[in-house]
Protein backbone atom coordinates (compact mmCIF):
# COMPACT_ATOMS: atom_id res chain seq x y z
CA UNK A 1 0.00 0.00 0.00
CA UNK A 2 0.91 3.46 -0.78
CA UNK A 3 2.12 5.74 2.05
CA UNK A 4 -0.54 8.45 2.03
CA UNK A 5 0.93 12.15 1.19
CA UNK A 6 -0.72 15.20 0.66
CA UNK A 7 -0.32 16.88 -3.50
CA UNK A 8 -0.41 19.91 -4.15
CA UNK A 9 -2.13 20.38 -8.10
CA UNK A 10 -2.13 23.66 -9.67
CA UNK A 11 -3.68 23.85 -13.39
CA UNK A 12 -6.34 25.87 -15.18
CA UNK A 13 -7.69 22.94 -17.05
CA UNK A 14 -10.28 21.84 -15.17
CA UNK A 15 -10.66 18.59 -16.78
CA UNK A 16 -6.78 17.70 -16.21
CA UNK A 17 -7.41 18.81 -12.32
CA UNK A 18 -10.39 16.52 -12.04
CA UNK A 19 -8.19 13.34 -13.64
CA UNK A 20 -5.04 14.14 -11.89
CA UNK A 21 -6.92 13.80 -8.96
CA UNK A 22 -9.07 10.80 -9.39
CA UNK A 23 -5.75 9.22 -9.88
CA UNK A 24 -3.62 10.13 -6.68
CA UNK A 25 -6.34 9.88 -4.95
CA UNK A 26 -6.68 5.87 -6.06
CA UNK A 27 -2.80 5.68 -5.03
CA UNK A 28 -4.04 6.47 -1.40
CA UNK A 29 -3.30 10.82 -1.36
CA UNK A 30 -4.80 13.54 -0.47
CA UNK A 31 -4.84 16.07 -3.40
CA UNK A 32 -5.72 19.62 -3.60
CA UNK A 33 -6.19 21.15 -6.75
CA UNK A 34 -6.47 24.72 -7.70
CA UNK A 35 -6.47 27.37 -10.99
CA UNK A 36 -3.58 29.70 -10.15
CA UNK A 37 -0.77 30.02 -9.05
CA UNK A 38 -1.38 32.36 -6.13
CA UNK A 39 -3.46 29.65 -4.17
CA UNK A 40 -0.49 27.30 -4.88
CA UNK A 41 1.62 29.85 -3.58
CA UNK A 42 -0.12 30.34 -0.20
CA UNK A 43 -0.44 26.74 0.24
CA UNK A 44 3.50 26.16 -0.30
CA UNK A 45 4.24 29.08 2.03
CA UNK A 46 1.53 27.94 4.64
CA UNK A 47 4.08 24.56 4.66
CA UNK A 48 1.49 22.61 3.17
CA UNK A 49 2.13 19.15 1.09
CA UNK A 50 4.70 17.02 0.09
CA UNK A 51 5.08 17.53 -3.39
CA UNK A 52 3.62 20.11 -6.40
CA UNK A 53 2.62 19.45 -9.64
CA UNK A 54 2.19 22.40 -11.16
CA UNK A 55 1.13 23.57 -15.54
CA UNK A 56 3.46 26.32 -17.00
CA UNK A 57 0.84 28.41 -18.63
CA UNK A 58 -1.70 29.73 -15.46
CA UNK A 59 -3.82 32.89 -15.72
CA UNK A 60 -2.04 34.89 -13.01
CA UNK A 61 1.16 33.75 -12.91
CA UNK A 62 4.12 31.22 -15.13
CA UNK A 63 4.55 27.95 -13.42
CA UNK A 64 8.24 28.58 -14.38
CA UNK A 65 8.66 31.52 -12.48
CA UNK A 66 6.95 30.14 -9.19
CA UNK A 67 9.38 27.81 -9.22
CA UNK A 68 12.77 29.58 -7.90
CA UNK A 69 10.31 31.04 -5.00
CA UNK A 70 9.17 27.71 -3.89
CA UNK A 71 12.39 26.24 -3.75
CA UNK A 72 13.99 29.23 -1.71
CA UNK A 73 10.67 29.25 0.48
CA UNK A 74 10.67 25.06 0.99
CA UNK A 75 14.24 23.68 -1.05
CA UNK A 76 13.15 20.57 0.38
CA UNK A 77 9.69 20.20 -1.92
CA UNK A 78 9.57 18.22 -4.73
CA UNK A 79 8.30 19.74 -8.08
CA UNK A 80 6.71 18.10 -11.03
CA UNK A 81 6.27 21.00 -14.12
CA UNK A 82 3.98 19.73 -16.39
CA UNK A 83 2.80 21.81 -20.29
CA UNK A 84 1.68 21.68 -23.23
CA UNK A 85 3.85 24.10 -24.57
CA UNK A 86 5.82 21.66 -24.85
CA UNK A 87 9.94 22.94 -26.26
CA UNK A 88 13.48 22.57 -25.65
CA UNK A 89 13.46 25.88 -23.92
CA UNK A 90 10.56 24.70 -21.45
CA UNK A 91 12.50 21.46 -20.69
CA UNK A 92 15.64 23.31 -20.02
CA UNK A 93 13.92 26.12 -17.69
CA UNK A 94 12.25 23.83 -15.64
CA UNK A 95 14.96 22.00 -14.73
CA UNK A 96 17.48 24.89 -14.09
CA UNK A 97 15.13 26.42 -11.76
CA UNK A 98 14.71 22.93 -9.23
CA UNK A 99 11.98 20.91 -11.14
CA UNK A 100 12.26 17.44 -10.11
CA UNK A 101 10.62 16.08 -13.43
CA UNK A 102 9.43 18.26 -16.70
CA UNK A 103 6.40 16.32 -18.01
CA UNK A 104 5.01 17.11 -21.47
CA UNK A 105 1.26 17.29 -22.71
CA UNK A 106 -0.23 15.27 -22.88
CA UNK A 107 0.52 12.41 -20.43
CA UNK A 108 0.24 8.30 -19.79
CA UNK A 109 -1.78 9.09 -15.75
CA UNK A 110 0.56 5.72 -14.93
CA UNK A 111 3.43 7.99 -15.49
CA UNK A 112 3.19 10.64 -13.37
CA UNK A 113 2.33 8.19 -11.28
CA UNK A 114 5.36 6.59 -11.09
CA UNK A 115 7.19 9.50 -10.83
CA UNK A 116 5.33 11.29 -8.27
CA UNK A 117 6.11 8.17 -6.21
CA UNK A 118 9.33 8.56 -7.36
CA UNK A 119 9.92 11.84 -6.29
CA UNK A 120 8.32 11.66 -3.14
CA UNK A 121 10.57 8.35 -2.55
CA UNK A 122 13.71 10.82 -3.28
CA UNK A 123 12.60 14.57 -2.09
CA UNK A 124 14.93 17.05 -3.25
CA UNK A 125 18.36 18.07 -2.79
CA UNK A 126 18.25 21.01 -4.30
CA UNK A 127 19.21 24.30 -1.94
CA UNK A 128 18.52 27.79 -2.30
CA UNK A 129 21.98 28.85 -3.43
CA UNK A 130 21.99 26.12 -6.05
CA UNK A 131 19.31 27.97 -8.34
CA UNK A 132 19.78 30.42 -10.76
CA UNK A 133 17.84 34.06 -10.19
CA UNK A 134 14.57 34.40 -11.81
CA UNK A 135 15.01 35.79 -15.42
CA UNK A 136 14.00 34.47 -19.06
CA UNK A 137 17.48 32.46 -19.41
CA UNK A 138 19.09 32.87 -22.97
CA UNK A 139 16.15 34.82 -25.51
CA UNK A 140 15.88 33.04 -28.42
CA UNK A 141 17.12 30.18 -28.18
CA UNK A 142 14.37 28.07 -29.35
CA UNK A 143 14.73 30.42 -32.34
CA UNK A 144 18.14 29.70 -32.86
CA UNK A 145 17.95 26.19 -32.42
CA UNK A 146 14.82 25.37 -33.93
CA UNK A 147 13.68 21.91 -32.52
CA UNK A 148 10.43 21.10 -34.03
CA UNK A 149 8.30 18.35 -32.74
CA UNK A 150 6.27 17.02 -29.37
CA UNK A 151 6.43 13.34 -30.26
CA UNK A 152 7.15 11.42 -27.27
CA UNK A 153 10.71 10.57 -28.79
CA UNK A 154 11.40 13.97 -28.98
CA UNK A 155 10.50 15.07 -25.83
CA UNK A 156 12.88 12.49 -24.61
CA UNK A 157 15.65 14.24 -26.34
CA UNK A 158 14.44 17.35 -24.63
CA UNK A 159 14.24 15.83 -21.12
CA UNK A 160 18.30 14.71 -22.19
CA UNK A 161 19.75 17.77 -22.94
CA UNK A 162 17.91 19.61 -19.92
CA UNK A 163 19.61 17.38 -17.54
CA UNK A 164 22.72 17.87 -19.10
CA UNK A 165 22.77 21.71 -19.11
CA UNK A 166 24.77 21.83 -15.77
CA UNK A 167 27.00 18.91 -16.94
CA UNK A 168 30.35 18.85 -18.21
CA UNK A 169 30.13 15.22 -19.07
CA UNK A 170 31.10 14.10 -22.43
CA UNK A 171 28.45 12.58 -24.92
CA UNK A 172 27.81 10.71 -28.02
CA UNK A 173 25.25 11.13 -30.00
CA UNK A 174 23.66 8.40 -32.46
CA UNK A 175 21.84 8.97 -35.08
CA UNK A 176 21.27 8.22 -39.06
CA UNK A 177 22.30 10.59 -41.69
CA UNK A 178 19.93 13.68 -41.48
CA UNK A 179 18.62 13.58 -38.03
CA UNK A 180 20.10 16.47 -36.26
CA UNK A 181 23.37 15.44 -34.54
CA UNK A 182 25.25 18.68 -34.82
CA UNK A 183 21.63 20.69 -33.76
CA UNK A 184 21.87 18.44 -30.26
CA UNK A 185 25.46 19.15 -30.14
CA UNK A 186 25.08 23.18 -30.70
CA UNK A 187 22.36 22.92 -28.28
CA UNK A 188 24.25 20.90 -25.38
CA UNK A 189 26.90 23.73 -26.13
CA UNK A 190 23.97 27.12 -26.00
CA UNK A 191 22.80 25.73 -22.93
CA UNK A 192 26.10 24.88 -20.94
CA UNK A 193 28.19 26.97 -18.78
CA UNK A 194 30.41 27.06 -21.97
CA UNK A 195 27.58 28.86 -24.17
CA UNK A 196 29.82 32.06 -23.98
CA UNK A 197 32.71 29.94 -25.41
CA UNK A 198 33.67 29.01 -29.11
CA UNK A 199 31.78 25.64 -30.54
CA UNK A 200 33.69 24.17 -33.04
CA UNK A 201 32.93 21.31 -35.11
CA UNK A 202 34.89 18.83 -37.45
CA UNK A 203 33.22 16.35 -39.34
CA UNK A 204 35.82 13.25 -38.95
CA UNK A 205 34.95 11.66 -42.69
CA UNK A 206 35.90 14.87 -44.42
CA UNK A 207 39.72 14.91 -43.24
CA UNK A 208 42.03 13.12 -45.47
CA UNK A 209 43.88 10.78 -43.19
CA UNK A 210 47.58 12.35 -42.78
CA UNK A 211 45.67 15.17 -41.77
CA UNK A 212 43.91 14.52 -39.27
CA UNK A 213 46.62 15.35 -36.39
CA UNK A 214 47.39 18.37 -38.07
CA UNK A 215 43.60 19.05 -37.89
CA UNK A 216 42.57 18.60 -34.52
CA UNK A 217 45.98 19.80 -32.57
CA UNK A 218 47.48 22.09 -35.04
CA UNK A 219 51.03 22.36 -36.01
CA UNK A 220 54.34 24.06 -35.59
CA UNK A 221 55.98 26.05 -38.83
CA UNK A 222 58.30 23.68 -40.77
CA UNK A 223 56.38 20.95 -39.32
CA UNK A 224 56.20 19.01 -42.50
CA UNK A 225 56.59 20.34 -46.13
CA UNK A 226 54.16 22.88 -46.86
CA UNK A 227 53.31 23.89 -43.12
CA UNK A 228 55.22 27.67 -43.73
CA UNK A 229 53.45 29.22 -40.66
CA UNK A 230 52.06 28.42 -37.51
CA UNK A 231 48.44 26.72 -37.77
CA UNK A 232 46.30 26.44 -34.37
CA UNK A 233 44.04 22.97 -34.13
CA UNK A 234 40.56 22.60 -33.22
CA UNK A 235 41.42 21.89 -29.74
CA UNK A 236 43.22 24.94 -29.08
CA UNK A 237 40.15 26.59 -31.17
CA UNK A 238 37.79 24.92 -28.43
CA UNK A 239 39.37 26.05 -25.48
CA UNK A 240 37.15 26.95 -23.15
CA UNK A 241 34.26 25.48 -25.07
CA UNK A 242 32.82 22.56 -26.73
CA UNK A 243 34.40 20.63 -29.43
CA UNK A 244 32.23 18.42 -31.89
CA UNK A 245 33.71 15.63 -33.30
CA UNK A 246 31.28 14.63 -35.81
CA UNK A 247 31.14 10.82 -37.67
CA UNK A 248 34.25 9.60 -34.71
CA UNK A 249 33.14 6.22 -36.11
CA UNK A 250 35.93 6.93 -39.31
CA UNK A 251 38.69 8.04 -37.70
CA UNK A 252 41.37 5.68 -38.11
CA UNK A 253 42.49 3.88 -35.54
CA UNK A 254 46.59 5.40 -34.85
CA UNK A 255 44.55 8.96 -34.76
CA UNK A 256 41.78 6.94 -31.93
CA UNK A 257 45.13 6.12 -29.94
CA UNK A 258 46.04 10.27 -30.24
CA UNK A 259 42.39 11.65 -29.43
CA UNK A 260 42.35 8.49 -26.26
CA UNK A 261 45.66 9.81 -24.30
CA UNK A 262 44.45 13.69 -25.31
CA UNK A 263 41.03 12.74 -23.12
CA UNK A 264 43.07 11.07 -20.74
CA UNK A 265 45.83 13.13 -19.99
CA UNK A 266 43.76 16.30 -20.73
CA UNK A 267 47.10 17.96 -22.82
CA UNK A 268 48.44 17.63 -26.44
CA UNK A 269 51.39 18.93 -28.29
CA UNK A 270 51.18 20.40 -31.96
CA UNK A 271 52.69 18.49 -34.82
CA UNK A 272 56.39 19.29 -34.57
CA UNK A 273 55.47 21.09 -31.38
CA UNK A 274 57.63 20.00 -28.10
CA UNK A 275 55.61 21.51 -25.43
CA UNK A 276 52.04 20.68 -24.50
CA UNK A 277 49.04 22.20 -24.75
CA UNK A 278 45.85 22.37 -22.05
CA UNK A 279 42.70 21.19 -23.65
CA UNK A 280 40.35 22.39 -22.00
CA UNK A 281 37.32 21.73 -24.22
CA UNK A 282 33.93 19.84 -23.31
CA UNK A 283 34.11 17.04 -25.97
CA UNK A 284 30.43 15.96 -28.11
CA UNK A 285 30.85 13.23 -30.30
CA UNK A 286 28.26 12.00 -33.04
CA UNK A 287 28.37 8.84 -35.27
CA UNK A 288 25.61 7.44 -37.79
CA UNK A 289 27.69 4.07 -37.41
CA UNK A 290 27.66 1.14 -34.43
CA UNK A 291 30.42 1.78 -32.40
CA UNK A 292 29.92 -1.69 -30.39
CA UNK A 293 29.73 -3.30 -33.55
CA UNK A 294 32.59 -1.56 -35.02
CA UNK A 295 34.82 -1.94 -31.70
CA UNK A 296 34.03 -5.95 -32.29
CA UNK A 297 35.92 -5.95 -35.54
CA UNK A 298 38.56 -4.19 -34.76
CA UNK A 299 37.52 -0.90 -36.30
CA UNK A 300 37.67 1.29 -33.23
CA UNK A 301 39.13 1.40 -29.89
CA UNK A 302 37.32 -0.59 -26.98
CA UNK A 303 38.89 2.27 -24.66
CA UNK A 304 37.90 5.07 -26.38
CA UNK A 305 34.32 3.94 -26.96
CA UNK A 306 34.22 3.84 -23.34
CA UNK A 307 35.70 6.85 -22.43
CA UNK A 308 33.01 8.82 -25.06
CA UNK A 309 29.74 6.80 -24.13
CA UNK A 310 29.30 8.62 -20.62
CA UNK A 311 25.76 10.44 -21.99
CA UNK A 312 24.80 8.01 -25.27
CA UNK A 313 21.42 10.20 -26.71
CA UNK A 314 20.05 8.14 -29.32
CA UNK A 315 18.34 10.75 -32.03
CA UNK A 316 14.85 8.72 -33.35
CA UNK A 317 14.48 8.89 -37.07
CA UNK A 318 11.73 11.29 -38.69
CA UNK A 319 9.92 7.48 -39.60
CA UNK A 320 9.95 7.03 -35.76
CA UNK A 321 7.85 10.72 -35.01
CA UNK A 322 5.90 10.79 -38.39
CA UNK A 323 3.40 13.02 -36.28
CA UNK A 324 6.42 15.94 -36.18
CA UNK A 325 5.93 16.17 -39.94
CA UNK A 326 2.93 18.76 -40.36
CA UNK A 327 5.25 21.19 -37.68
CA UNK A 328 8.28 20.54 -39.79
CA UNK A 329 6.83 21.51 -43.15
CA UNK A 330 5.14 24.29 -41.85
CA UNK A 331 8.71 25.63 -39.93
CA UNK A 332 10.45 25.18 -43.64
CA UNK A 333 7.82 27.02 -45.22
CA UNK A 334 8.16 29.88 -42.15
CA UNK A 335 11.56 30.09 -43.32
CA UNK A 336 11.68 29.78 -47.21
CA UNK A 337 9.04 32.79 -46.90
CA UNK A 338 10.88 34.64 -44.63
CA UNK A 339 13.96 34.34 -47.20
CA UNK A 340 11.36 35.96 -49.62
CA UNK A 341 10.22 32.90 -51.73
CA UNK A 342 7.08 32.49 -52.33
CA UNK A 343 4.15 31.39 -49.54
CA UNK A 344 3.25 27.46 -49.94
CA UNK A 345 0.89 25.61 -47.82
CA UNK A 346 0.17 21.72 -48.76
CA UNK A 347 -3.43 20.34 -48.80
CA UNK A 348 -4.34 17.46 -46.43
CA UNK A 349 -3.88 14.95 -48.70
CA UNK A 350 -0.23 16.04 -49.85
CA UNK A 351 0.40 16.32 -45.70
CA UNK A 352 -1.01 13.20 -45.46
CA UNK A 353 1.12 11.42 -47.65
CA UNK A 354 4.49 12.86 -46.32
CA UNK A 355 3.88 11.49 -43.25
CA UNK A 356 3.58 7.65 -44.91
CA UNK A 357 6.68 8.68 -46.56
CA UNK A 358 9.76 6.35 -44.58
CA UNK A 359 12.26 8.93 -44.93
CA UNK A 360 15.55 7.70 -45.70
CA UNK A 361 17.49 10.99 -45.32
CA UNK A 362 15.44 12.06 -42.24
CA UNK A 363 14.60 15.93 -41.62
CA UNK A 364 17.38 16.95 -43.80
CA UNK A 365 15.87 15.21 -46.81
CA UNK A 366 12.37 16.80 -45.54
CA UNK A 367 13.88 20.08 -45.86
CA UNK A 368 15.21 19.19 -49.30
CA UNK A 369 11.95 18.29 -50.71
CA UNK A 370 10.21 21.29 -49.37
CA UNK A 371 12.86 23.98 -51.05
CA UNK A 372 12.29 22.23 -54.36
CA UNK A 373 8.57 22.78 -53.53
CA UNK A 374 9.23 26.18 -53.12
CA UNK A 375 11.15 27.03 -56.28
CA UNK A 376 9.99 24.84 -59.11
CA UNK A 377 6.38 24.92 -58.56
CA UNK A 378 4.03 27.68 -58.98
CA UNK A 379 1.04 26.39 -57.54
CA UNK A 380 0.10 27.86 -53.95
CA UNK A 381 -1.23 24.89 -52.88
CA UNK A 382 1.06 22.27 -53.44
CA UNK A 383 -1.32 18.86 -53.86
CA UNK A 384 -0.72 15.28 -53.09
CA UNK A 385 -0.01 14.64 -57.23
CA UNK A 386 3.15 16.85 -56.63
CA UNK A 387 4.15 15.12 -53.62
CA UNK A 388 3.71 11.50 -55.44
CA UNK A 389 6.17 12.89 -58.54
CA UNK A 390 9.00 14.07 -55.51
CA UNK A 391 8.88 11.15 -53.98
CA UNK A 392 8.93 9.10 -57.30
CA UNK A 393 11.94 6.18 -56.91
CA UNK A 394 14.67 7.97 -59.61
CA UNK A 395 15.54 5.11 -61.88
CA UNK A 396 19.58 4.43 -60.96
CA UNK A 397 22.44 2.32 -61.93
CA UNK A 398 23.34 -1.11 -60.36
CA UNK A 399 24.98 -0.74 -57.57
CA UNK A 400 28.88 -0.49 -58.32
CA UNK A 401 27.94 0.58 -62.10
CA UNK A 402 27.67 4.32 -63.57
CA UNK A 403 25.41 4.58 -66.85
CA UNK A 404 27.40 5.48 -69.75
CA UNK A 405 25.97 5.11 -72.75
CA UNK A 406 22.75 7.44 -73.33
CA UNK A 407 24.27 9.72 -70.59
CA UNK A 408 24.22 12.71 -72.94
CA UNK A 409 20.78 12.02 -73.48
CA UNK A 410 19.72 12.04 -69.80
CA UNK A 411 21.67 14.95 -68.78
CA UNK A 412 19.40 17.31 -71.85
CA UNK A 413 16.26 15.57 -70.66
CA UNK A 414 17.10 16.54 -66.95
CA UNK A 415 18.03 20.47 -68.61
CA UNK A 416 14.80 20.41 -70.31
CA UNK A 417 12.64 19.66 -66.67
CA UNK A 418 14.98 22.29 -64.95
CA UNK A 419 14.32 24.76 -67.48
CA UNK A 420 10.41 24.16 -67.40
CA UNK A 421 10.34 24.18 -63.98
CA UNK A 422 12.51 27.59 -63.85
CA UNK A 423 9.87 29.19 -66.71
CA UNK A 424 6.91 27.95 -64.67
CA UNK A 425 8.54 29.99 -61.61
CA UNK A 426 9.91 33.36 -63.38
CA UNK A 427 6.25 33.77 -65.10
CA UNK A 428 4.26 32.97 -61.64
CA UNK A 429 6.63 35.98 -59.27
CA UNK A 430 8.02 37.72 -62.08
CA UNK A 431 6.97 40.97 -59.62
CA UNK A 432 8.60 39.05 -56.29
CA UNK A 433 11.73 37.29 -57.43
CA UNK A 434 14.20 36.85 -54.24
CA UNK A 435 16.78 40.23 -53.60
CA UNK A 436 19.65 37.59 -54.15
CA UNK A 437 20.92 34.21 -53.75
CA UNK A 438 18.49 32.56 -56.53
CA UNK A 439 21.31 31.38 -58.48
CA UNK A 440 23.10 29.25 -55.47
CA UNK A 441 19.95 28.21 -54.07
CA UNK A 442 18.66 26.40 -57.21
CA UNK A 443 22.46 25.17 -58.11
CA UNK A 444 22.54 23.50 -54.75
CA UNK A 445 18.85 21.52 -55.13
CA UNK A 446 20.35 20.21 -58.04
CA UNK A 447 24.15 19.60 -56.97
CA UNK A 448 23.59 17.60 -53.62
CA UNK A 449 21.47 14.79 -55.28
CA UNK A 450 23.47 14.74 -58.62
CA UNK A 451 26.39 14.08 -55.96
CA UNK A 452 24.39 11.74 -53.75
CA UNK A 453 23.75 9.77 -56.55
CA UNK A 454 26.55 9.47 -58.10
CA UNK A 455 28.56 8.28 -54.84
CA UNK A 456 26.28 5.79 -54.63
CA UNK A 457 26.42 4.59 -57.52
CA UNK A 458 29.88 4.07 -57.08
CA UNK A 459 29.11 2.49 -53.58
CA UNK A 460 31.09 5.71 -52.00
CA UNK A 461 34.11 5.53 -53.74
CA UNK A 462 35.14 8.82 -54.41
CA UNK A 463 38.01 8.78 -56.56
CA UNK A 464 35.67 6.67 -59.25
CA UNK A 465 33.01 10.07 -57.94
CA UNK A 466 35.08 12.48 -58.50
CA UNK A 467 36.44 11.01 -62.24
CA UNK A 468 32.45 10.46 -63.18
CA UNK A 469 30.84 13.91 -62.26
CA UNK A 470 34.60 15.26 -63.70
CA UNK A 471 35.91 17.29 -60.69
CA UNK A 472 38.90 17.04 -59.22
CA UNK A 473 38.84 14.92 -55.70
CA UNK A 474 39.58 17.72 -53.45
CA UNK A 475 36.55 19.58 -55.09
CA UNK A 476 34.63 16.73 -54.52
CA UNK A 477 35.74 16.89 -50.70
CA UNK A 478 35.02 20.27 -50.42
CA UNK A 479 31.23 20.19 -52.00
CA UNK A 480 31.25 17.41 -49.67
CA UNK A 481 31.51 19.81 -46.81
CA UNK A 482 29.49 22.13 -48.08
CA UNK A 483 26.12 20.08 -49.24
CA UNK A 484 26.85 18.20 -45.69
CA UNK A 485 27.26 14.94 -47.36
CA UNK A 486 27.68 11.91 -45.41
CA UNK A 487 29.76 9.28 -47.18
CA UNK A 488 28.92 5.61 -46.09
CA UNK A 489 32.02 3.26 -47.26
CA UNK A 490 30.96 0.53 -49.61
CA UNK A 491 27.37 2.18 -49.42
CA UNK A 492 27.01 5.75 -50.80
CA UNK A 493 25.82 8.83 -49.62
CA UNK A 494 23.47 10.53 -47.14
Not at 237 to 263: H, K, N, S, W, Y
Not at 272 to 287: F, L, N
Not at 310 to 319: F, S, W
Not at 358 to 367: A, D, F, H, I, Q
Amino acid sequence: MTTPHTILVADDDKAIRTVVVKALNRQGHDVRATGNAATLWDWVAAGDGDLVITDVVMPDENGLDLLPRIKRERPSLPIIVMSAHSTLQTAVKATERGAYEYLPKPFDLNVLIDIVQKALASGSDASPESLPDVDEGQPGLDEQLPFIGRSPAMQDIYRIIARLTATDLTALIIGESGTGKELVARALHMYSKRADRPFVAVNMAAIPRDLIESELFGHEKGAFTGAHSRRSGRFEQALGGTLFLDEIGDMPLDAQTRLLRVLQQGEYTPVGGVTPRRADARIVAATQHDLRQLVKQGRFRDDLFYRINVVPIRLPTLRERSEDVPALVRHFLANLEAEKLPAKSLDKAAMERLCRHGWPGNVRELENLVRRLAVLYSDEIIGVDIIERELAEPATARPGEVPAEGAQAEAEGLGATVERQLKQYFAAHNDSLPAAGLYKRVLREIERPLITLTLSATRGNQIKAASVLGLNRNTLRKKLRELDISVVRGGGAS
